[in-house]
């Protein structure tokens, strides 16, 4: 069965609900990246923003992006989810130009299932 998906707004609203965004007029096709809250997400998505693609994300724990000062960058959008969501990954992954997944499975021993 599929979960529903969830846009996330956090504390701080930075992280805002990339629905608003999956269709517009960009200069550059938005950029999608699984994997945001780890080591190489972490430094691809400041440097995609620095070159002025729009950035989606869909991940399990928003909160670990909070702190991130990247998160507060007008071009990044986050919903919460899983990539295993086949619903919530087809509706981030809507005119994106591009696609980036960095995502392992250390913490999930079922993830190969």
């Known amino acids: 069965m599929e979960e ?3 846009h996330v707004t ?7 609900n990339s629905g608003e965004h999956m269709v ?12 945001a809250t780890g080591y190489v997400g972490g430094r691809l998505v400041p440097r995609l923003l620095e070159q002025g693609y729009p ?13 991130r000062p990247w998160a507060q960058h007008p071009n990044f959008y986050c919903t ?5 969501d086949r619903t919530a990954l087809t509706h981030i992954l809507s005119g994106c ?17």
Request: glycine fraction near 8%.
């Open 24 to 35: 517009t007029g960009e200069k550059q096709g938005a950029v999608f990246v699984a994997g």
């Open 80 to 84: 919460e989810g899983d990539i295993l």
């Open 4 to 6: 529903a998906h969830k």
């Open 97 to 113: 130009s591009s696609a980036y997944f960095l995502v392992n499975s250390v913490d999930n021993p079922g993830y190969a299932r």
């Open 55 to 67: 950035v989606r994300t869909l991940t399990r724990a928003p909160q670990k992006l909070e702190t």
């Open 10 to 16: 956090l504390k701080h609203n930075n992280i805002r």
